[in-house]
């Protein structure tokens, strides 16, 4: 095999493959060794020692080598990630990945590529690091209709609102000691605004539902905009606010969606603490399930990387392939507008006289029923905070609007979905 990287997750890989030699050997029926390491400088320092004889800064040639029959990478991106995939690929290797935004944007083509090529491509460790979710969509609950998997998807966003909730820090604060733990990249944009989330939700999406969904087909929202108010407001209602990915079945076509929402404490995903990932899967046999563990990082990474290594070499020692991921279904994206939720939201309003009915004249207009509204404060400081029933979101996107341009509303100091209530 060849390895594409070596750095936090890389050099893991190549520490297990050492520690576990004779139990990868003993459990796939046929040694696993190691032909070369692709690193973009050959004298960076590492995590393991690797024989200088291994490295090489040649990765075109390295994946097009006869005695390479397994490909892993994990230098991530987009290029020259691609170009070396489907080369490997071209060249009768097959490739375990956990490259989660090459995969969204164009893993059809690599899908295509490995099929005509009779190999493998496996993926697991793309989305929740350690978790094994990808698989069990595939492969076991193919006999069963999934309907909807919600999860937490990215430690670095769970960390920074655990600490909101938990000790009442502001956003700045909490990414300030997300980047001091080293669970915030110096630049934490691909995590704060909901890229990398988005990117698992496509993936997780086209395995559930059979469907070609892309990273740009998920309606994508950040927790920058998340004010230490409304945590403490959520808590007021017994809720914590969580980055959610949701991709979901509505009538016969696919709603996905990453976006910070409300969901009541009681809910199994209000638990998941730190830096932590948990998917919620619900499908109609099966019915509810839970997959919980280490998001990220490259021990739990490197795991499920060996994981698919050992599924790979086990198909080249008995002469198969798998199954690849199927996109038979070929359902219709729904636009985020169609996609039915409920609405937070919080009002500043003038204390006096029918104000009250002026508010819920302005939902009922676009057809929004409210399940709650309460008043805090008065006079300069009276605030009405509702919580309405399902609507679409085009229908509550217009209520919000229609609430700014109101005589009675001073403004609309927060708007935040609602996931998991019932009522």
């Not at 005509?116 to 491509?121: F, I, V, Y």
């Not at 915030?184 to 070609?212: W, Y």
């Not at 006079?379 to 109101?406: G, I, K, P």
């Amino acid at each position: 095999m060849a390895l594409l990287g070596c750095g936090v997750v890389g050099s893991q890989v190549v520490r297990l493959l050492h520690e576990q030699a004779a139990d990868l050997e003993a459990r796939i029926g046929a040694p696993v060794e190691l032909k070369g390491v692709a690193v973009r400088r050959l004298d960076a320092p590492r995590e393991v020692e690797i024989p200088a004889d291994l490295l090489t800064t040649d990765a075109t040639a390295l994946v097009a080598r006869d005695d390479v029959d397994i490909v892993v990478e994990v230098i991530g991106g987009i290029e020259p990630a691609r170009g070396l995939i489907l080369s490997a690929l071209e060249n009768g290797a097959s490739v375990v990945t956990a490259n989660k935004a090459l995969l969204a944007e164009d893993g059809a083509t690599l899908f295509a590529t490995a099929e005509k090529a009779g190999r493998d491509l496996y993926y697991e460790a793309a989305v929740a690091g350690a978790i094994p979710i990808l698989r069990p969509l595939r492969d076991s609950l193919a006999g069963d209709k999934v309907t909807k998997v919600i999860g937490i998807v990215n430690g670095t966003t769970n960390y920074i609102l655990d600490k909101m909730d938990t000790y009442g820090a502001g956003f700045t604060e909490a990414l300030a000691e997300a980047q001091e733990l080293g669970y915030a990249e110096a630049d934490p944009t691909a995590d704060v605004e909901a890229f990398d989330a988005a990117a698992k939700a496509a993936i997780l999406a086209s395995l559930a539902f059979h469907t070609k969904v892309v990273g740009t087909d998920v309606h994508r929202e950040g927790i920058t905009d998340v004010t230490a108010a409304d945590v403490a407001s959520a808590k007021a209602m017994g809720c914590v606010v969580k980055l959610l990915a949701i991709v979901e079945l509505k009538d016969g076509a696919v709603s996905a969606r990453v976006h910070p929402a409300m969901i009541p404490r009681e809910h199994p995903l209000a638990s998941v603490r730190d830096a932590y990932n948990a998917v919620f899967v619900e499908a109609e046999s099966a019915g509810q399930l839970m997959f919980y563990g280490r998001g990220a990082g490259g021990d739990p990474t490197a795991s499920a990387v060996l994981g698919d290594l050992v599924t790979v070499a086990r198909n080249l020692v008995a002469q198969t392939q798998s199954v690849a991921a199927s996109s038979y279904a070929d359902r219709a994206i729904l636009p985020m507008g169609q996609t039915v939720t409920r609405y937070h939201v919080a009002i500043d309003v003038e204390d006096r006289a029918g104000v009250l009915a002026t508010i819920a004249s302005a939902f009922a207009e676009h057809g929004v029923s409210i399940q709650t509204m309460r008043q805090e404060g008065r006079d300069d400081e009276a605030q009405l905070v509702v919580v309405s029933h399902d609507a679409t979101d085009a229908q509550l996107a217009a209520t919000v609007e229609h609430l700014r341009n109101l005589d009675v509303v001073r403004d609309v100091t927060s708007v935040m979905r609602v996931e998991g209530m019932n009522g």
